[in-house]
């Protein structure tokens, strides 16, 4: 839907988020997420979505949470989307679910058309489909109900009267999907029992529908009101009432995932903990992301930059990272010089990972160890004969020193590069903290020896016992026995290790050691 007023004034951009899990966004909407000048976002949208807006642009949140809490009211909201467009802006206005069901996304528009300010609206995945999909209803199904209905359990409290007409509703629907319906549950049960709606008619309530934290009830209109209280289960929830329900005994998929309910710390640093994290939250696993490393450029690259002027000196280029390979293309391209440069020396790579990405850049490994380490790369080496050859080694400028010595002491003439440097991250030290102390974290992933060092100095523990206090519970997954080795070196033990050290198996290792939990 668009409408065009004024050329030259701001826009303002009305885009549904969806039901909570990020991927669930339309393009549309990631599009203009990241094109816009100013993002004003709620409560139900998740905020991971705000890693498309630029970092010059301006973010107001204006949370809304039903009952709780109202950073502002909506006649403040409409006042600020009517400012910002009429400041030249481009306004993307976040919302969760869908802006048209239950969002006030036409009180919205209302006032945007009235002040002549032109919008455009994009729908998003509403929070009733959602949480009947995610929670294995289908909210229609041939062999149980033609019809549906969404209504909500929370009507504005200024009307005299109801617009729900419980008398048609019990009975003439055949699922009836509730939102906002929580503080009014019993309310809505007796409203339809006492126009005709059988008390063992199925019911499922399901709290943050499509996320890792989802949680589901299930049971009957009689029981429903009990069966919330007990476990707990509080707004922002969907009811699904109707004898689709029963089919979530044998197509509920979400919740059955090897990782469901799991809380994982994921140390990586940013840029390298996408797939980690994807493939964690494939299975089921709810990821908070505290990336313990930052990686910098070097100040220096002199003796990189000599190793360039005659690279085709040297017979072999090691890397042991993907920051090596990054970096170091990085470098190669601002001397003017690319991957033809290097057809003189033989590569290698410390794994598989590396040789994948070494292949973007247009090289591919002449060697990959069999054992993803330093040591196993250095033996690969030596059983090709090192004596008299010149390496040049790329690396950060702090690193272990095994490889680069067990190479000179077989005669291997070895230049070692410093190309970037890993460095402690200054923020989310108190957000750690409180992760851990909350006790629900079920595992911390290390993927090298930095991320357990910048751990350790993050988490701030005074002495032993409180960093075991902390980590009561939690177990630990090491990609490799390196990083294993400077876990225990900690005094802390390591619960998952991957026999091929790899993202991909670590995963892997962790599904199935956390399944047997």
């Known amino acids: 839907m668009e409408q065009q007023t004024k050329t030259g004034a701001g826009k303002v951009y009305l885009v549904g988020a969806g039901p909570g899990d990020p991927g669930l966004i339309t393009l549309r909407g990631k599009y203009l997420l990241e094109r816009a000048e100013v993002v004003v976002y709620d409560y139900l949208a998740n905020r991971r979505l705000l890693r498309y807006v630029s970092p010059s642009a301006e973010m107001v949140y204006v949370g809304k949470r039903g009952g709780v809490e109202h950073s502002h009211t909506q006649d403040e909201i409409n006042a600020m989307l009517v400012e910002f467009a009429g400041r030249g802006k481009t306004v993307v206005r976040l919302k969760g679910g869908d802006p048209f069901i239950f969002g006030?996304?036409?009180?919205?528009?209302?006032?945007?058309?009235?002040?002549?300010?032109?919008?455009?609206?994009?729908?998003?995945?509403?929070?009733?489909?959602?949480?009947?999909?995610?929670?294995?209803?289908?909210?229609?199904?041939?062999?149980?109900?033609?019809?549906?209905?969404?209504?909500?359990?929370?009507?504005?409290?200024?009307?005299?009267?109801?617009?729900?007409?419980?008398?048609?509703?019990?009975?003439?629907?055949?699922?009836?999907?509730?939102?906002?319906?929580?503080?009014?549950?019993?309310?809505?049960?007796?409203?339809?029992?006492?126009?005709?709606?059988?008390?063992?008619?199925?019911?499922?309530?399901?709290?943050?529908?499509?996320?890792?934290?989802?949680?589901?009830?299930?049971?009957?209109?009689?029981?429903?009101?009990?069966?919330?209280?007990?476990?707990?289960?509080?707004?922002?929830?969907?009811?699904?009432?109707?004898?689709?329900?029963?089919?979530?005994?044998?197509?509920?998929?979400?919740?059955?995932?090897?990782?469901?309910?799991?809380?994982?710390?994921?140390?990586?640093?940013?840029?390298?903990?996408?797939?980690?994290?994807?493939?964690?939250?494939?299975?089921g696993a709810s990821c908070f992301e505290c990336s313990t490393i930052n990686i910098e450029p070097v100040d220096d690259y002199r003796i990189l930059d000599e190793a360039l002027e005659r690279i085709n000196e040297y017979h072999w280029i090691l890397f042991t990272s993907i920051n090596a390979v990054r970096h170091f293309f990085k470098r190669l391209y601002a001397k003017g010089m690319d991957a033809r440069d290097l057809k003189g020396p033989d590569i290698a790579t410390v794994g598989r990972s590396t040789a994948e990405l070494l292949l973007e850049y247009g090289i591919n490994a002449d060697l990959i160890p069999p054992v993803f380490t330093g040591e196993g790369l250095a033996q690969s080496l030596l059983d090709l004969g090192v004596e008299g050859r010149n390496i040049l080694l790329p690396r950060a400028q702090t690193g272990r020193e095994i490889l680069p010595e067990t190479l000179r002491g077989a005669g291997a003439q070895v230049t070692v590069a410093p190309i970037y440097r890993n460095v402690p991250p200054q923020g989310r030290k108190e957000e750690l903290r409180a992760e851990l102390e909350r006790g629900k974290v079920d595992l911390v992933t290390f993927t090298s020896s930095s991320t357990v060092k910048n751990?350790?100095?993050?988490?701030?523990?005074?002495?032993?016992?409180?960093?075991?206090?902390?980590?009561?519970?939690?177990?630990?997954?090491?990609?490799?026995?390196?990083?294993?080795?400077?876990?225990?070196?900690?005094?802390?033990?390591?619960d998952i290790q991957p026999e091929i050290y790899t993202i991909p198996e670590m995963i892997r290792a962790i599904i199935e050691g956390l399944r047997s939990d």
């Open 104 to 283: 006030r996304g036409g009180e919205e528009l209302e006032v945007l058309a009235a002040h002549g300010i032109a919008f455009e609206v994009v729908p998003g995945v509403t929070s009733a489909t959602a949480a009947a999909t995610y929670a294995g209803i289908p909210i229609t199904h041939r062999g149980y109900t033609a019809s549906v209905a969404f209504i909500t359990g929370h009507e504005d409290p200024n009307k005299s009267t109801s617009n729900i007409d419980w008398s048609k509703i019990a009975t003439g629907i055949g699922t009836i999907v509730v939102y906002m319906g929580i503080k009014n549950l019993p309310h809505i049960v007796r409203n339809l029992i006492d126009h005709g709606r059988s008390a063992d008619t199925p019911v499922a309530v399901v709290r943050w529908a499509s996320t890792p934290e989802q949680q589901s009830v299930v049971g009957t209109l009689a029981t429903i009101v009990d069966d919330v209280r007990e476990s707990g289960i509080k707004p922002p929830a969907l009811i699904v009432i109707g004898e689709v329900v029963k089919l979530r005994e044998s197509i509920d998929w979400f919740e059955k995932r090897p990782l469901f309910g799991r809380r994982i710390i994921v140390t990586r640093t940013r840029e390298q903990a996408s797939e980690l994290v994807a493939g964690l939250e494939e299975a």
């Open 455 to 494: 751990f350790l100095a993050m988490v701030a523990a005074e002495n032993q016992q409180e960093l075991e206090r902390l980590l009561s519970g939690v177990k630990i997954a090491a990609i490799g026995p390196i990083t294993a080795k400077t876990v225990t070196d900690a005094g802390l033990k390591v």
